[in-house]
C-alpha cells in the first residue's frame, strides 16, 4: 500500500522558516518524481516544486530563493526547506508521487504575526 505522511506544518511569523517532510512507504521512492503542491484558500491547488528521480528540480516562480526542494532517498523521505515565509504562503501543503498519482494528507502551515 502506498504511504505518503506529511510532516512539519504549523504556525509561524512572517520572516519564519520551516521544513517539511514526506515520508514515504509502498513504492521505491528513488524511482519517482516528488511533488510538493499547496491548497491556499483563495488560488485553490498550486504547484510548488518538483524533484526528479535524478535530483534535478524546479520551482513556482513565488518560492524560487525562498524554498529549497530536497529528498534522502536512503530515508524514502521528501523535504521541503521554507524561508522567508509570507502571509501568501498560507496553506495545507501535500506532497504527490508519480505525476500526482499518490497523494499524502497534507500539513497545514499558517503564516501570521
Known amino acids: 500500500e502506498v504511504q505518503l505522511v506529511e510532516s512539519g506544518g504549523g504556525p509561524v511569523q512572517p520572516g519564519g522558516s520551516l521544513r517539511l517532510s514526506c515520508a514515504a512507504s509502498g513504492f521505491t521512492f528513488s524511482n519517482y518524481t516528488m511533488t510538493w503542491v499547496r491548497r491556499t484558500p483563495g488560488k485553490g491547488l498550486e504547484w510548488v516544486s518538483a524533484?526528479?528521480?535524478?535530483?534535478?528540480?524546479g520551482e513556482a516562480d513565488f518560492v524560487k530563493g525562498r524554498f529549497i526542494i530536497s529528498r534522502d532517498n536512503a530515508r524514502n523521505t521528501l523535504y521541503l526547506q521554507m524561508n522567508s515565509l509570507e502571509p501568501e504562503d498560507t496553506a495545507v501543503y501535500f506532497c504527490s508521487a508519480g505525476g500526482f498519482k499518490y497523494w499524502g494528507q497534507g500539513t497545514q502551515v499558517t503564516v501570521s504575526s
Open positions: 524533484i526528479r528521480s535524478t535530483f534535478s528540480t
